[in-house]
C-alpha cells in the first residue's frame, strides 16, 4: 500500500512557475514509477509525465515539453514537478500517482496503468 500526498499546488500568473511536490509513504518507493496527470473542470484526466523508478528516465506530453520537468528524491520518498511558463491553459488539479514496475526503465502513460493515486493538488494560472 502507497500513500501519495501532493502540495505545492497554488494561483500563478502566466509566465510564472510552480514546483508541485508528491510525497509517498512506504519503504518501496523506488520499486515505483511515479507520473503527473492533470484534470481540468469539465474534461478527462490527461497524463502530464511520467519517470523511471530509477530516475533515469522520463517521458513527457507535447504540450509540457520544455516547460515542466519531472524529478524524484528516492532517499526522501518524493517526485516534483517543475512548471516553468505556466500558462492559463495548464489550470487544473494535477494529480500524482505510483505504479510498481518489474523493468527499472518502465513509463507506463495511461492512467488505467496506474494504482495509487494522490488527493490533488489545484493549480490556477490566471492571463
Known amino acids: 500500500q502507497v500513500q501519495l500526498v501532493e502540495s505545492g499546488g497554488g494561483l500563478v500568473q502566466a509566465g510564472g512557475s510552480l514546483r508541485l511536490s508528491c510525497a509517498a509513504s512506504?519503504?518501496?518507493?523506488?520499486?515505483?514509477?511515479m507520473a503527473w496527470f492533470r484534470q481540468a473542470p469539465g474534461k478527462e484526466r490527461d497524463f502530464v509525465a511520467v519517470?523511471?523508478?530509477?530516475?533515469?528516465?522520463?517521458y513527457y506530453v507535447d504540450f509540457v515539453k520544455g516547460r515542466f520537468t519531472i524529478s524524484r528524491d528516492n532517499a526522501k520518498n518524493t517526485v516534483y514537478l517543475q512548471m516553468n511558463s505556466l500558462k492559463p491553459e495548464d489550470t487544473a488539479v494535477y494529480f500524482c500517482?505510483?505504479?510498481?514496475?518489474?523493468?527499472?526503465?518502465?513509463?507506463?502513460?495511461?492512467?488505467?496503468?496506474?494504482?495509487?493515486w494522490g488527493q490533488g493538488t489545484q493549480v490556477t494560472v490566471s492571463s
Open positions: 512506504g519503504r518501496t518507493f523506488s520499486s515505483y514509477a
Open positions: 500517482a505510483a505504479q510498481s514496475t518489474y523493468d527499472s526503465s518502465a513509463l507506463p502513460i495511461k492512467s488505467a496503468q496506474y494504482t495509487y
Open positions: 519517470i523511471s523508478r530509477s530516475g533515469v528516465s522520463t
